[in-house]
């Protein structure tokens, strides 16, 4: 949104309240309603047209906007034909409100097709969040939106801004997500390949660069009115202005770094949380993450400069995504005269760790508890089950159960999922460094049953995937709960690493990448009752088994709607009293 | 299936019963248990890869064989990752199992992912039929497969046979039935086209045509080993033998035409009612029936014959299906010299008509009763509504609501559907040769209530479409019963053509065509309490609205399992009476 366009909202905003005579229901919190359908529709999302699920007719889904403190309600209608939906609000812990999590299998039944379920949820924190599906791969589909949520009225950021802009960062293939599934689940395994556009807001360009304009590429040049669905939104800026951007990313695959030509970007939140304020030329910004970074306009106003979105951690197969920065005084179809900024090199893995290390806590925030009651060690690896390609946490691939976990634990339903705890570690024997000597992992959908209040220390491990000197980057996302990040390392954790875990002023995100061969080290207080997905936020690893479920003071959580309880062993449960005329 | 297949198939089920000591037991009726998982596979329907749905890891689905009183059992889980299935037991009559009937929205909540349904159903009559998904278009993803049921122990077709085959016939598009769904659902309308290959169990050969062996044509041709995916079921016959051919088709969209070359046809069969047997040429066979049809292998055993389908009732872009007819005495790699049959002309409807005016019921066979007690006009038009293109009955469109019919109307669920009544009839004014002067109609849902063991007379009525000139086929199928085809008649039907009715052996079945700008009269009794669709068995009309809902009898459905009832209304009252703890 621009700096004008956010004038105007607020002062809409300041007029209805005067004329609703109840300046204090103005102050206080709203409740905001929205409709949704989901539904089906050809799009072009990079200029070429593909199948999209979108929200209301559109593609990304509206973007929410909210004050902290405020109460989402949306009715989500599902439009499709033969398929469940749910949506998942990244990001937002859920307080009180687990059924509303979104995501099928853990918190609630998909809606079927025709029906509507409402969600209603707090959103207690500012910050820059998202949504999306979280049933099968949906999300690869398209459906996802973007959810900022402003401070409450009087509150204040610790930071100044003139306007903002809000980038939500995704890739876009075009085999559609249906048989991409089929690939993922097919034996011999096949892989998707890397997507063949990044998009910044919904918006791409297949095979039709704006960069062809100013570089010497032979490649097809477009040129764009503005009103297409795939041309590029600009980001127009007034000189001599500081702006916030509000990036996220629900990428299905792509690690991703942005770079603004000439403009220096300063950090100061990450995944809803206000972070020591830091310059970086460019950011990585992993899946299911998001940041806020303000930049000041104080270069040349004659000229417009390049907004570039780069794959890194994988090798890059995809051209990068484009867009630009408008100095408002400069036309807008003034392209850069440079070439657009080249991102550090794709496997500069330290590059990547020293960015990662750049994220502290800003100062007055939550500090961790100096102690956990338990650890548990999480192993990542590719396996194999009957010819089938996984992954798997301790030799575990999640299959989800038909049943929600939240309704099956609540109501003691022991035959909805593995009653046995999966485990807190893995054999001590075992090289990460090197391929499985064993491929072999088994299915399963045990849930680790935390204490209410206590704790929980996770270290994720990476390892060797299936391929010799392979180990893939996996930004692992939790729900109900921010964590603290206390650290990174390389290769095995060894207890001797926890001496160095960061106390004083470690993050609190609700996503954290494990580097290639290394680990990850997160503390949380598992205080939410509910159950909680904690997994990678690649959309085929997670399809591919590679998460956990944590359950918490599942006892306390009162008021889950039935409708979110309708299938599987709770559906049965429910309906088995009713007496039949 | 072969004869010595066949006969190798006999002795061991006489075999089993003798040592089984329980030979009683053994001539009556038998339950027949099948464990079925449905899931997206890739495979070669027609030589280039696709996704398809299968079952068991097959395409078609297995063929269930059972005799005419077995009960047969599936349990069927549904394996794909976000779609419901449901799984439809076409020319079955469902008596006292009206929830078996597998059609969502109407006889049953769809089948969740992961979830397991259990279809329990009696086969009470011998006949040929098949069996298909009936939710969205999963049909024409290629979920559907072969039920044939056999005369009961010491019973006797009225023919003899030496040995059967098994011709399910279908289409193919390469356009996957989920992005067809979106094209006939956008707006502006996007027509999915005709068909890419016709398939023969399953079986064809995209730009591959057996026949370019023999014609000058210059389209690459195949080789195959016969195990490949596409090649061609090719029938084995011994010379002078008669066999039966059950030929059925599912297409999505096609009516077809088949020839046997230097063999004439007799049909004894139509959807599993025996016909009076008389000789053809050719046979048109429509989406949703079936036929058994008599050849005498009474030609030169030197050679092979084809066997050929073809695209009938729309200009044909579709090739032939072949495959070969082979005398074991010769070999099967041998094709035969003559190009394949020429089908009669697409557009040839009078050869058409005359061919389902020989249709009459076998003597002996149940007649109708010589009078109604209401008449039903049903006006099929093409339609829009607010800009997407519909088909509608009497100016309704059919959109099938979240929750099931069945229940809906067993609990007096009122809010679950139009409780209004639809039209019996249309305005007499209505000129069935011209496009609607107003093509609005509008979106539907309501049931038309029938009296238990009433007679009711349907009068299908065609009319012009949205273009000019142009009025198609629709072979419209009914649920739990079978109904007499009383005549067929040019242009608007009046009062005065029903003395030309057919009361003396009009056939018994389950679906019967439609005519371009005609009319064709059913009669059936309303004795079958539940509630049962109505509707074109062409996939892309059904779903863009062109149905109706019968039902009858309702309150004496007993013991409809809940798991049949889970969604929507039904399962939220039934979910109702439940004391959370």
């Given at each position: ?24 229901l ?9 409709k ?13 047209e ?10 990304p ?103 903002e ?9 075009h085999k ?8 993922l ?23 039709c660069?704006?960069a ?18 795939c041309?590029?939104?600009?980001l127009?800026v ?13 990428t ?10 000439n ?9 809803g ?9 460019d ?29 890194r ?13 408008n ?15 080249v991102s ?20 007055g ?46 109501h ?36 680790y ?6 704790t ?9 995937a299936?391929?010799?000197?392979v180990?893939e ?29 960061n106390?004083?002023?470690p ?12 680990w ?5 207080v ?11 936020h ?19 959580v ?21 007496s039949?005329?």
């Amino acid at each position: 949104m621009s700096l004008r366009k956010s004038m105007v909202n607020r002062g809409l905003l300041i007029l209805t309240c005067f004329f609703s005579f109840v300046i204090q229901l103005c102050l206080a919190s709203k409740t905001r309603h929205f409709k949704w359908e989901v539904e089906y529709m050809y799009w072009s999302p990079d200029c070429m047209e593909g199948v999209v699920m979108g929200i209301n007719g559109q593609f990304p889904g509206p973007t929410i906007r909210a004050v902290a403190g405020d109460t989402i309600v949306v009715e989500l209608t599902n439009r499709l034909h033969t398929e469940g939906v749910v949506i998942h609000w990244h990001g937002i812990r859920q307080f009180g409100t687990p059924w509303a999590d979104g995501t099928a299998s853990i918190s609630q039944c998909a809606i079927n097709p025709g029906e509507t379920f409402i969600y209603r949820y707090k959103v207690d924190k500012a910050g820059t969040y998202f949504y999306h599906g979280h049933y099968g791969m949906q999300r690869s589909a398209g459906l996802y939106g973007s959810l900022v949520v402003e401070v409450g009225e009087g509150q204040k950021e610790p930071f100044h801004y003139d306007g903002e802009f809000n980038l939500l960062l995704s890739d876009w293939w075009h085999k559609g997500s249906q048989e991409q599934e089929v690939a993922l689940s097919s034996k011999p395994f096949r892989w998707i390949g890397e997507p063949q556009t990044l998009l910044i807001n919904g918006r791409g360009q297949y095979n039709c660069s704006l960069a062809a304009h100013v570089t010497n590429s032979s490649s097809p040049q477009c040129q764009f009115r503005g009103n297409e669905q795939c041309s590029p939104q600009i980001l127009h800026v007034q000189p001599h202005k500081t702006y916030r951007l509000r990036v996220s990313s629900t990428t299905a695959l792509a690690s991703l770094n942005l770079q603004i030509g000439n403009h220096k970007m300063v950090m100061v939140e990450a995944d809803g949380n206000y972070i020591q304020p830091v310059a970086v030329d460019d950011l990585d910004i992993y899946s299911g993450e998001s940041y806020s970074v303000l930049i000041h306009t104080d270069q040349d106003p004659s000229k417009n400069y390049w907004i570039s979105v780069s794959v890194r951690g994988r090798e890059p197969k995809t051209p990068q995504g484009l867009t630009i920065l408008n100095y408002q005084t400069t036309s807008a179809s003034k392209l850069p005269t440079s070439t657009p900024p080249v991102s550090p090199l794709w496997n500069d893995y330290n590059h990547s760790k020293s960015f990662s290390n750049k994220i502290l806590a800003l100062m007055g925030s939550p500090k961790p508890p100096t102690t956990y009651n338990r650890r548990i060690i999480l192993l990542n690896t590719q396996n194999t089950i009957n010819g089938f390609t996984k992954w798997a946490i301790n030799n575990i691939s999640l299959t989800l159960p038909p049943t929600p976990y939240l309704g099956a634990i609540k109501h003691r339903l022991s035959n909805a999922f593995d009653q046995k705890s999966p485990p807190e570690n893995f054999p001590n024997d075992y090289d990460v460094m090197k391929p499985p000597t064993n491929t072999n992992s088994t299915y399963g959908n045990g849930v680790y049953m935390l204490e209410f209040r206590t704790t929980v220390d996770v270290i994720l491990q990476n390892a060797n995937a299936l391929a010799t000197g392979v180990s893939e980057i996996h930004p692992w996302h939790l729900h109900g709960h921010d964590f603290w990040v206390l650290g990174y390392g390389e290769g095995k954790f060894r207890e001797k690493d926890a001496k160095r875990f960061n106390l004083k002023n470690p993050p609190l995100r609700n996503t954290a990448v494990i580097f290639p061969f290394g680990w990850t080290a997160l503390r949380f207080v598992a205080d939410n009752p509910g159950v909680w997905a904690f997994h990678c936020h690649i959309e085929p690893h997670l399809h591919m088994g590679m998460g956990v479920v944590f359950a918490e003071g599942v006892h306390l959580v009162k008021d889950v709607p039935n409708h979110a309880l309708a299938c599987g062993l709770t559906g049965k449960m429910l309906m088995s009293n009713y007496s039949h005329h």
